[in-house]
């Protein structure tokens, strides 16, 4: 009863959202004023349905309902609860009904806070988001129906595959898809604008924060997966270049870059048609991971099992709105008045480098991530492996990072480079020796490392000197410093903490990288082995059991320098539903890195294959991660980007200070 | 500077930007790609030894040999024509005989495939699209059995 009462909510949500697509435009281009404020009830009922929906989903996995077919499919009535739950979007359809849930979220959140909008902005927002909305649930509705049912209901379902009973990808969907869906604000409100043919400081004040909020979910959500593949799956890897890693990473790296011309726009009043270009691809690039990831149509090792068909309508969607907001952007975009000029070296130069550098890397990705399919339409078959983005991506990555210090340091319009050097120099200092030590300690690894450990220790200590030198550190006494120091913006602070966390997470990519060790090799109980430093003894597997799987256990014991560290014990797991074999890993954590060990097979002799790796530094990437994950959440509570802060009667000219 | 000036600077950074990652996007792809054969492309002749490639097919049914240390040896099929595979390192947990697999290496001069890694996957329902479509063109029926082999218990 619960599931028809959510398919039904799911099919009038599909109506509302066309009701709420049509109306307020209309009511635009009538001047009807009560055509347009239906946006706001339409989105709020909207996402009440799909609330409802979700619920009874949701509820039909909690009590392990099996006469639903998408519950049959992918849940047992032995899972602990939480992966009850975090099974309803763990498959292809209710991972899609989480999607436009998130999607209507948004919506409303701009029905709502969205007051002192402009009532047309407002009204076409809504129209936009709404046209997003009816193609997602008419693809739920007819490709992907969750609430389909089952007759007769088994005993029990199928289970969900046990390498997704995890916490940390229980929570990763959610937080990727608010990344992507997050998006889509940037994307409606860029077509209203060109609708408009108006652009202003109030717009990007407004496009911010929501670019800001998906950024954070997205670099929450890539992080929590790349979390997940490094201890779960046993390959010892964080980040293989693989397909589905890219389809998150390339909204990611174009999100990076709207979010810092938007505030060349919302400060400067500068940059716009870029911008509006920015915010249709950005969103396109996330319908585009949704499209590879659904469809399956490049091999990818995250992938899972697809059916095609649903790929082509997701294509269908893409092009739809990528070919609609680029031609609207062609016919449009001239309309758009020119901003505020700035010389090449200032804080609006440095963004643009910032963003050409950006856009230029997400094009590498694009490229390699796509060219097997365009390989494929020429008749042969082929697969671009991890060193192409070393070779292109890496590069591109340099030279940001070497700009990165420098662009807050910068004054808008004219910036003074010595000046910013000057400031900067503890910074190299720092920089140059990291890179030194390194080569004094690890000699005979690629010369990348030290690069990226300096690069990286550069970054950081420019994070450290900007809030610093805005203080004047030095000049004042140190009271005063403190005082100053709090005064300061939250965004100022929300800037330095998220690059910050960005060089720390080079530092831990530079050393993992660059000086990662990894042994193979078959043990038998009682044999010894050393690495990085450390020494192992096997002292043999032993059978054991969970609740819901058998396993071999395997016991490592760890000695550093004569004295016993920690014992560690890998597994290999056979679960029971559905029967499928997993990897525990058994990590050692300390300062210096992991001690990575993975049970592989036994052999006919007694021994086991054992694979061994020592990670430098390994879990800086992820610090790194949720370090600029708060940064962006610091720059979120700032007074002046607050939603629905108070838009200011005219931007501010002439003379404005450095914030 | 004048307006025109300054736009000259901001296009000449984005061209040369461009043009930079162009030509190391043309240099990576001379280096990194990796073709894909089936088993009778390699008895065909299609591939020359030395080359690195991506195998895909089944993996024979019995052929399964562990050597020394971790050293395995299996034959990968696409039930016309087989090739002989070695490797050395930890097979993937979903790695079972009868079950799709890519592995990537070199031909060796003798015929054997020496792969360095053999593709892992998260889900046993689950056939990289190229072996899928490799083994249908090869006419090999994909019924619900052969594409989910031990789904199902």
Known sequence: MMIELGHFALILALWVAVVQMVVPAMGVRMRDERMMTLAVPAALTQVVLLLVAFMALTQAYVTSDFSVLNVAENSHSTKPLIYKISGVWGNHEGSMLLWVLILALFGAAVAVFGNNLPETLKARVLSVQAAISVAFCLFIVFTSNPFERLDPAPIDGNGLNPILQDPALAFHPPFLYAGYVGFSMAFSFAIAALIEGRMDAAWARWVRPWTLAAWMCLTIGIAMGSWWAYYELGWGGWWFWDPVENASFMPWLSGTALLHTALVMEKRDALKVWTVLLAILTFSLSLMGTFLVRSGVLSSVHAFAVDPARGSFILAIMVLFTGGGLALFAARAGSLRQGGLFAPISREGSLVLNNVLLTVATATVLVGTLNPLAAEALGYKMSVGAPYFNMTFVPLMIPLLLAVPYGPLLAWKRGDIAGASQRLFAAMIIAVAGAVVTLAVASDGPLLGPLGVGLGLWVMAGAVIDPLSRARVGAVASDELVRRLRSLPRSAWGTALAHFGLGLAVVGIAATSGYKSERILVMKPGDRVEIAGYELAFAGAAPGSGPNYTEQVGRFDVMRGGRTVTSLAPAKRLYDAPPMPTTESGIHNSWRGDLYVVLGDPQADGGWTVRLYFHPFVRFIWIGALIMFIGGGVSLLDRRLRVGAPQRAKPRSGAVPAE | ?153
């Open chain 2, 1 to 153: 500077m004048t307006r025109k000036q300054r736009r000259g600077v901001l296009i000449g950074l984005a061209v040369g930007v461009l043009s930079l990652a162009a030509v190391l996007v043309l240099f990576a792809f001379r280096e990194s790609i990796v073709f894909f054969h089936t088993p009778s492309d390699v008895t065909e002749g299609k591939v020359t030894a030395g080359q690195r490639f991506r195998l895909g097919g089944l993996v024979a049914s019995e052929s399964v040999k562990r050597g020394d240390g971790a050293k395995v040896s299996f034959t990968v099929t696409d039930t016309i024509k087989s090739v002989p595979v070695t490797y050395e390192g930890v097979l993937p947990d979903l790695f079972r005989e009868g079950q799709g697999v890519v592995a990537e290496g070199k031909l060796g001069p003798d015929g054997t495939f020496v792969a360095d890694s053999v593709l892992a996957k998260h889900d046993e329902n689950y056939m990289p699209p190229e072996v899928a479509k490799a083994l249908k063109e090869k006419g090999v029926k994909l019924g619900q059995g052969a594409e989910h082999p031990g789904a199902k218990p």
